[in-house]
């Protein structure tokens, strides 16, 4: 799992007025995105700020386009982003940056991670130091499958 210190974060979210300025990792709302798509250059890359109400099939098509997608929690006990994710990875195959921004806390982290999210710009206040010690909570795995392990436990047992 990577960390994004906000300070740091080289993508930034732009407003419509700068969509195609010199930024070198341009960050767009879907409405954004969706009135630039047709005309984006090629080899430019771009991410997608995605609320967690937008259905990610819809999409789909762009994903070989898209570098980053950032997806929003706006309330950490409002999970409908953990669903976003695991539909890009598992079912859309999105091989891009999966990020997790807006009310993310530190017990947020191991279910991120198995939903196929990985990256994180933790709420303020949270610490990266017990994000990370969070990640290593179930050190044998976990019985059901994931995006990263499909497999059930029994299935990855030894014969």
């Known amino acids: 799992m990577k960390f994004i210190d906000r300070s740091r974060d080289s993508w930034l979210l732009m407003p419509d007025s700068e969509i195609a300025g010199p930024a ?3 960050l767009l709302t879907l409405a954004q995105w969706e009135a630039v ?3 984006w250059p090629v080899g430019v890359p771009v991410g997608l ?3 967690n109400t937008a259905d990610v099939e819809d999409i789909a098509a762009d994903l070989p386009r898209i570098a980053l997608v950032a997806l929003e929690f706006p ?3 409002d999970g409908r982003a953990y ?3 695991h539909v890009l ?3 859309l195959r999105y091989a891009g940056e999966i990020r997790a921004t807006g009310e993310v806390v530190v017990d947020m982290m191991p279910l991120l991670q198995r939903c196929g999210v990985d990256a994180v710009v933790l709420r303020e206040g949270e610490r990266q ?3 990370e010690r969070a990640l290593g909570f179930f050190p044998a795995g976990h019985y ?3 995006v990263l392990q499909p497999d059930p436990i029994f299935a990855r047992q030894a014969a």
Request: glycine content about 4%; cysteine-free; charged content about 30%.
């Open 24 to 26: 070198p990792h341009r």
């Open 37 to 39: 798509r047709d005309n």
């Open 49 to 51: 700020l995605l609320p």
């Open 75 to 77: 309330k950490w006990v």
């Open 83 to 85: 669903s976003q994710a």
């Open 89 to 91: 990875r598992a079912r």
């Open 129 to 131: 130091a017990s994000a």
């Open 144 to 146: 059901q499958g994931d």
